[in-house]
């Protein structure tokens, strides 16, 4: 039995769509009220708790053999206190729940953001240091590096075997957050490229990850590790952002704005949102300026070789779908 949590998000429900292709046995973890309406497709059993209730996630691990632990805080916004309660202390209960449990593995499922805020024209890998110049509000990436920390301590404690994956910005179907917003401003004319453009990003779709999660999960040299999943190969700001708006049916991105600007008004941005105590994030923040027009790349060949991971839905397959499946979730017609 697989458990996974966060499974009606993006790359938690992906985690579980890849399971079931394989026909293995799934349980969810899911919050009371939650739409499970994709779920209820896939055959997979569910027990109704929260990563911050210690006693659900104890009932969630009888008979389980695998946790892909992917419930998280997700995005640049919000107080601390929801990043620390969900993102650290919720994985510190899930590795107390998995080790009680005997789970032969726990995959937890960190991010790239751990590295912190690299901007200079140069190449990371697992070896190099995280929590880079993490700015004050950077309550996402402190969160999940915390989250790491526990989650390899635990493996060195010898309490559950680990396997940490870091996956990149990910993107597909079922992504409730990002996509629509990318759509309408794809359409709208308002979606700007960052500097020159010729910026590799750190782009990953959203079952690729999924993928090289259950890969490393059965490999039993893969515990202890730390696994970079942080692109579907090479691909440049100004490529990624034209394939959008091809797949969109909106014209070429060919406007600019130096990278400085952006950052400087995400800030200004931030600032204003945090002193009027705004709960919804501002247009522009710098994690997404930072995300979109960085210039260090993350190697994902770790991945590549200890895994055999090959990304098997390229960019010029998964925009497309993705997009449709968006189209659809609207009941929208294809461009």
């Not at 027009?293 to 895994?307: D, I, P």
Request: charged letters at 25%; a positive charge; one cysteine or more.
């Amino acid at each position: 039995m697989n458990l996974v949590t966060g499974a009606t998000g993006l790359l938690g429900s992906h985690i579980v769509e890849q399971l079931r292709l394989r026909g293995q046995k799934v349980r969810v973890l899911v919050r009371p009220g939650s739409d499970c309406s994709w779920l209820q497709t896939q055959g997979v059993e569910f027990c109704e708790g929260d990563v911050t209730d210690l006693d659900s996630l104890h009932r969630a691990c009888r008979d389980v053999e695998v946790v892909y632990h992917a419930a998280a805080k997700v995005g640049d916004w919000g107080p601390w206190e929801e990043f620390r309660c969900v993102t650290i202390e919720g994985t510190q209960k899930m590795i107390t729940a998995a080790a009680a449990a005997g789970v032969r593995r726990l995959v937890h499922i960190s991010s790239i953001s751990v590295y912190g805020y690299y901007t200079k024209d140069q190449t990371l890998d697992e070896a190099d240091p995280v929590g880079y110049r993490l700015y004050r509000w950077a309550y996402y990436s402190r969160s999940k590096l915390e989250a790491e920390r526990l989650a390899l301590a635990a493996h060195r404690a010898g309490r559950v075997a680990v396997t940490v994956i870091r996956p990149a910005w990910i993107y597909g179907p079922r992504d409730r957050a990002t996509v629509g917003r990318f759509y309408r401003m794809l359409r709208n004319g308002r979606v700007r490229i960052l500097g020159s453009g010729d910026n590799r990003l750190n782009v990953v779709y959203a079952g690729n990850v999924a993928e090289a999660a259950i890969a490393a999960a059965a490999l039993p040299e893969a515990a202890g590790e730390v696994f970079n999943c942080s692109n579907d190969g090479p691909i440049t700001q100004r490529e990624y952002l034209n394939l959008w708006a091809r797949a969109c049916g909106a014209p070429p991105v060919r406007r600019r704005v130096p990278y400085r600007v952006a950052y400087s008004v995400g800030l200004l941005l931030e600032c204003s949102g945090r002193l009027l105590r705004r709960r919804q994030p501002p247009f522009i923040t710098r994690y997404a300026v930072w995300l979109m027009g960085r210039r260090s790349y993350f190697s994902a060949e770790k991945a590549r070789r200890l895994l055999g991971w090959r990304p098997t839905v390229p960019y010029e397959v998964g925009i497309p779908l993705t997009v449709r499946w968006y189209l659809r979730s609207q009941g929208l017609a294809a461009p």
